[in-house]
């Protein structure tokens, strides 16, 4: 069987894992505990091909602890009661510990299975997954692990490790690679800082290479033609997905055109033309608001011209209304006012509409007192005449208060002259 580069070049120590020294370098919590010799209950949490499962391997070797490696994807229930009939076994005499990537994959009950090990110390887990552990890990196995997230690795940390890569390959493999300094840096920007994906395309590379002068010769164009579009990370169901719809709309909130278009190019770029137009709309609405009132009906017209048109071409309506967005005044007064009304609603503070609004247009309703002492605004001065909506409950309640932008200043300057305050 031919093993990848990537698991044939996996680091044996912490000091040849490149990156997380956030984590891995002298003095921080993680090294620290580690040097300690007691290994606590952890959660990796991070991207693909950063490091989780090689630190993971690392510490489970070096622990001297009975090991068992399982995976999510593949682990059922009678694996775990595997691993946990050895407790109290010869086996297990110096401790059991459980190593288990991707995580996310098993179920409530299957993690449920580990809590009373976990709790006892019977059983010591070093669990992985690429997916927030708050959102997919049972919380009560949560509580009882502290969780390190991983980083993507930047461009110099991957470069380093594709360096070290080519003097392996030229050690086990007996050839001798010549790659300019431009199609290694490629390489090394171009897979978004997952290290195994740069390493897959490494390989692919020296093996596509021809020979010239006794040496494998790798060319800038064959790096970008491995590598191309894989420098995006972006899932639709993933953390990412939604990490990237929130840096579109902190962008636009912020009043950041190139942020916001940056953030559109990430959805475009993932095909996720849907994401990107529910969200324009939204931020037209909340963000945006009475501080420029056109802005959702041009929101909404460049969204349905994206939708009409498809992609490649919807990215160009899609920008339009981005940085219009970005650019715009903002305002966030009708999002509060509604949450204020509704967070009344939810305290059970409504009370009888009154009586003088209630519908009266049916036999019976001034019987009944309804509409009697309704007066039409439309004839008196200005369209407007004092009188009382709201329930007796909340006569006095404020949901809306005005923005400060020229609009709804402006609406405010109308009505303070109409009701003369």
Known sequence: MNEPLAQRLRPQSLQEVCGQQHLLAKGRVLRSVLE?????????????????????????????????????????????????????????????LLYLDEIQYLNKKQQQSLLECIEDGSITLI????????????????????V????????????QGLTRAIEKIEKLDGVSVDMPADALAHLATACGGDMRKSLNCLELVISAAPVINKKKAVT??????????????????????????????????????????????????????????????VIAC????????????????????????????ARIPLAQAAIMLATAPKSNSAICAIDAAMADLRAGRSGDIPAGIQDAHYSG?????????????????????????????????QYYTYGDNKTEQAAKAYWDKIKGL
């Open 148 to 159: 390190f997230e991983f980083k993507p690795l930047c461009a110099q940390d991957v470069q």
């Open 220 to 281: 800038l164009d064959m790096a970008k033609e491995v590598a191309q579009r894989s420098s995006m990370r972006y899932d639709r169901d993933a953390d990412m997905h939604y990490d990237v719809l929130s840096g579109l709309q902190k962008s636009i909130r912020g009043s950041d055109a190139n942020a916001a278009v940056h953030y559109l190019a990430r959805l475009l770029i993932g095909d996720d033309l849907i994401s990107a137009c529910r969200r324009l709309l």
């Open 127 to 146: 669990a992985s997954t690429t997916e927030n552990p708050y959102f997919y890990v049972y919380n009560a196995l949560l509580s009882r692990s502290t």
């Open 36 to 96: 300690s010799g007691k290994i606590p209950n952890m959660i990796f949490y991070g991207p693909s091909g950063v490091g989780k499962t090689t630190v993971a391997r690392i510490i489970a070797d070096n622990s001297g602890m009975r090991l068992h490696k399982l995976n999510g994807t593949s682990a059922g229930t009678a694996d775990i009661k595997n691993v946990i009939s050895e407790i109290g076994t010869m086996q297990g005499a110096g401790g059991i």
């Open 286 to 313: 909340e963000d945006i608001g009475l501080a420029y009132p056109q802005a959702v009906t041009i929101t909404k017209a460049c969204v349905d011209s994206a939708l009409q048109l498809g992609l490649p071409e």
């Open 365 to 397: 309703a001034a019987k009944m007192g309804r509409g009697l002492t309704y007066q039409y605004p439309h004839n008196f001065a200005g369209h407007w005449v004092q009188q009382q909506y709201l329930p007796d409950i909340i006569k006095d309640a």
